[in-house]
């Protein structure tokens, strides 16, 4: 069969990784918004300190 190609088969793609109902990924996800959120707050706090700096 040099020189010639065979029949290709297809294959289904594998179910992906990211399932929903995994609980760690759910964990890795709220982890990310809790951290999201503590860096929103952090960066309101020192808009509101320089704001509030006695000048």
């Known amino acids: 069969m040099i020189g010639k190609l065979g029949r290709m088969t297809t294959h289904r793609a594998p179910k992906p ?12 996800t709220a982890a990310l918004v809790i951290a ?12 509101y300190t320089l704001a509030a700096w006695p000048m």
Do not use: C, N, S
């Open 17 to 28: 990784l990211a399932d929903p109902e995994r609980p760690v990924e759910r964990a890795v």
């Open 36 to 47: 999201g959120l503590a860096g929103l707050g952090w960066i309101v706090g020192m808009i």
